[in-house]
């Protein structure tokens, strides 16, 4: 065994408690097990409607497109006028706007002025895109022979009367808001907002930077956490800062455990003396499970539950406290709101340097994004040194790169997934 091949296997042993470390995968899918969804729903007007869950089955008692209607600005002609030999003159007869009715009858002979959007009387069988005629006074002259139907949307063409916008469990975006206006619903029913705790554990922590002693840190977690939470799906609740001691974290938890449904910690789970998430839970008559996962940063994870509270218990590390709430946090939040979390989109990069392996875990590393190659695919450089505390590195990244463990050293050039912080087309 080689001394990378030895570093490795050190790291496949949990150095607290001499266990393998699990698979993302397999860690997630234990972490989520037994997380229940909240009972209850509200009623809301379309206004609030971004980015609340459908509670139920959303239908509709109207179709859509409402009526027959024209696709284009153009004229329309009679249904037996297509079967004539074209070019033909159309005398014109009358005019409809959208938002109002047809003037006149189209006739046999006759086209009517048509505009986008506007009912198309019985009487027309097919519009004439007005690019496409010869406008003469009050008569047009039309080259070619439509066909039936042309540029007509047809009433119920799009959504049925009695049909399903929205099933039940959708998180609503632009495009549900978008399809619940047309059908000209105002009011909804949607899963009620799950309530959340937040407490940081350590005697070092402070708020800002006046009460900070000199051994001490300002809090990250809990103000970065809260903001990866802004959502009206949450309704966060603040539990400040707790020390690292079990019997004022066991009373903070037994306070939170009246009023919310989940708590995110941060801190104490790493398995030292001034860890007390463990203590605290198991002393106010609940359940804990520490994760040892094989992933950097953010290799310990903590789940709990008071009664019919979920705890979930983040590192202290700000970079894997935010790389455990993206991997384990916000699918449990999911889950308690009784949906699955969209599946995580990456696209492929090229790493731009060599990355030497020292950990057989999957990596998570600040990139920022470049340049593309020839090829036309990113080219992403890593940013810091791996540190799961320098926040600069990460102020800077584009997103992460994954390297997944079992991976050996990796070669510039090499392909690796890139998950973006934003995304160009997001409708949310
Ligand atoms: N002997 C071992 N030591 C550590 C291990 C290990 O496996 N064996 N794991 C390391 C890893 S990985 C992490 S991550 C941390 C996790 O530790 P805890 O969750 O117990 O966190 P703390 O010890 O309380 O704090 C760690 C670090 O983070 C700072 N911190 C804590 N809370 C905040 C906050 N709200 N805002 C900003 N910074 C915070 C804290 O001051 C510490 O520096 O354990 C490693 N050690
Ligand atoms: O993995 Mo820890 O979670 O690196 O700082």
Known sequence: ??????????????????????????????????????????SI???QAMSRITAADITTDISLPRFDNSAMDGFGIRLEDLSMAFPRTFQLTGRAAAGHSATSNCTPGSAIRI????????????????????????????????????????????????????????????RHIAMLAAVGLTQIQVVRPLRIGLISTGDELADNGWDLNQNGIVDVNRPMLRSLMVSPMFDIMDFGICPDDPELLSQALKDAARSVDLVISSGGISGSETDCLQRAILKSGGEYQR??????????????????????????????????????????????????????????????EDLPRRFNRSEFIPVQVGKTNEEGEPLIYKLGSGSSSSLSPLVAADGFALVQSGTGFVEAGEPLDFYPFKNAFSVS
């Open 115 to 174: 505009l986008t959007g506007a009912r198309v009387p019985p009487d027309v069988a097919a519009i004439i895109p007005q690019e496409q005629v010869t406008l003469a006074g009050d008569t047009i002259l039309i080259s070619s022979v439509p066909r039936p139907g042309a540029n007509i949307r047809r009433q119920g063409e799009d959504i049925l009367a009695g049909s399903i916008i929205l099933p039940e469990g959708t998180m609503i975006d632009a």
């Open 45 to 47: 007007c379309l206004n």
């Open 291 to 352: 994760l040892s996962v094989a992933i950097r940063p953010g290799k310990p994870i903590a789940k709990g539950c008071i009664g019919a509270m979920t705890i979930v218990g983040l590192p202290g590390n700000p970079i894997s406290a935010l790389i455990n709430f993206l991997l384990f946090a916000r699918p449990a939040l999911f889950a308690k709101l009784g949906i699955e979390l969209p599946h995580l989109i990456s696209t492929k990069a090229r790493c731009t």
């Open 1 to 42: 065994m080689n001394v990378h091949q030895s570093l490795i296997q050190q790291d496949m042993n949990d150095c607290t408690k001499g266990q393998s470390l699990l698979p993302l995968q397999q860690a997630q899918e234990i972490f989520l097990n037994d997380v229940q969804p909240i009972a209850g729903t509200v």
